[in-house]
């Protein structure tokens, strides 16, 4: 028994620390996600509960195979989706298979690829190039920046990432970054050691996505009858442009609470302008969402009639009501509230679904309906969720406000997002620990919000604005 105890300790310590318990970590998901989240038992009885247990069940003897942490997030992630695409994920909080060995002596250092890239010509093709604009072109982000080209030396991949720019010391200008293939989704993505990791990967007209890394499109080589409106389209931050003597756009990217402060004080610099113009453009394309409060001052110009709004309930759990208890921690009001009324029904009603507030509805009738602007238009796109999906609700409610666009991503029936850390401490859960009292009435989750016009297929996002003057405004005058 000595001799055994003796071989065990021999061991490197990193080969437990690194195992890789897919199945424990499963069995952890599925019972803290069926107590806690607010979607499960509306998706369970849509769905049915057999196909839910078949599901399951082929999940959980495919973690019996898994022998790596980022095979297993993968795993987790997509049993996470059976019940609806936002609000909802499996994530690591760092690559949690990056200091793995499988022998007690170091790899091999990888060496970074080197790409003779003859940026002078290829520059002035992409400066001369002709829409529409794929996958090669500058991307950046706040550690890099990267040029893909195709690939004409490895027959084995269709294009490559290479650096043009970049803050960190163990990579240079010129070296490959990523590795695409046309076939398939997924990238070989170079990570800080150089060592390559298979990742998934999507690109639209604005970001490219490789794995949890995200890239921002340049707008550097973009032709120049489309650099006007690429440019609005690609903005980060909110911003207002007046297109013409009777037209305003607010172009708003994101809810985020960061950014209220700069749309409330957008809306005051612009007040007279926007008082006068006869039609309002509000473009929130790629806006996943952020604050209700974030729009708040973008309401009065929306506004012809009261406008009624669903409350939410929350499903009480112990968990649950940990977390609301924190987040109504930050003021004595928020402290009173909390402890006074809603955390009281909560315990009360433990295992059940409590309102946040009795009254089932809320309505917003505290404006008067401005006289100008005369028509608005407010542009979505499926990109467009959550905080987003709920002002489009409310421009639905407008007499004067046309939704023009594509169907939005539907990700607002639950909400209140709840980050827990899994018992591993590598990855962390998202769920959901509210639903909205309109469900009943109305699901939006996983269809969306239709808009009223569609824009057809064969117009590109950068033109979007082009179409809405020449099909909307222009026969409005007319």
Avoid at 16 to 26: G, I, N, P, R
Avoid at 57 to 82: G, M, P, R, Y
Avoid at 99 to 109: D, F, I, L, V, Y
């Amino acid at each position: 028994m000595k001799q055994v105890v003796f071989i065990l300790l021999l061991l490197p310590p990193y080969l437990h620390a690194q195992e890789c318990d897919c199945t424990s970590s499963f069995n952890w998901l599925k019972e803290t996600f069926e107590t806690n989240d607010a979607g499960f038992p509306v998706v369970i009885k849509t769905k049915g509960t057999d196909t839910y247990q078949n599901f399951s069940d082929s999940i959980a003897q495919h973690t019996k195979q898994i022998q790596n942490h980022t095979e297993c997030v993968k795993l987790l992630d997509e049993w996470t989706h059976f019940f609806r695409k936002g609000h909802v994920g499996v994530y690591y909080t760092h690559n949690p298979d990056k200091n793995s060995r499988t022998q007690g002596t170091e790899a091999p250092k990888p060496q970074p690829k080197i790409w003779p890239v003859d940026t002078t010509a290829l520059f002035k093709k992409l400066k001369d190039r002709k829409p529409p604009y794929g996958i090669c072109d500058v991307w950046y982000n706040n550690n890099y920046k990267m040029v893909v080209v195709p690939d004409t030396i490895n027959a084995q991949r269709d294009y490559v990432g290479v650096l043009l720019w970049t803050n960190k010391p163990q990579w240079k200008a010129g070296q490959v970054k990523t590795e695409f293939s046309d076939s398939g989704s997924l990238v070989n993505y170079y990570m800080a050691d150089h060592t390559p990791q298979q990742q998934s990967f999507s690109y639209s007209l604005k970001y490219l996505k490789t794995g949890n890394f995200h890239w921002t499109r340049s707008t550097e080589y973009v032709a120049p009858e489309d650099t006007a409106e690429f440019s609005i389209y690609m903005t980060e931050v909110p911003r207002i442009k007046q297109i013409n003597n009777e037209t305003v756009l607010i172009r708003i990217p994101s809810f985020s609470y960061k950014y209220k402060e700069k749309i409330d004080n957008l809306i005051a610099e612009n007040q007279p302008l926007l008082d006068s113009t006869q039609n309002l453009i509000i473009d929130v394309r790629g806006n996943g969402g952020g604050a209700d409060r974030s729009f708040k001052n973008i309401t009065p110009f929306l506004y012809t009639q009261p406008m009624k709004f669903h409350n939410i309930e929350i499903r009480s759990t112990p968990m649950n009501i940990a977390v609301y208890k924190k987040w109504f921690s930050k003021s004595f009001l928020q402290r009173v509230f909390f402890g006074l009324a809603l955390k009281r029904r909560l315990k009360k009603n433990m295992g059940e679904y409590v309102a946040m507030t009795q009254a089932k509805i809320r309505t917003i009738d505290n404006y008067d309906p401005k006289p100008y602007p005369e028509n608005v238009y407010v542009i979505a796109d499926e990109n467009c969720a959550s905080s987003t999906e709920q002002f489009l609700l409310m421009a639905e409610q407008s007499s004067k406000t046309t939704i023009v666009g594509k169907t939005t991503f539907g990700a607002i029936d639950v909400s209140n997002v709840n980050t827990v850390m899994f018992p591993n401490n590598k990855y962390r859960l998202n769920y959901a620990t509210s639903r909205s009292l309109r469900v009943s009435e109305r699901i939006i989750d996983d269809i969306g919000i239709t808009p009223e016009i569609t824009i057809p297929d064969t117009v590109p996002k950068y033109r979007w604005l082009r179409y809405i003057e020449k099909n909307l405004l222009s026969k409005k005058g007319e």
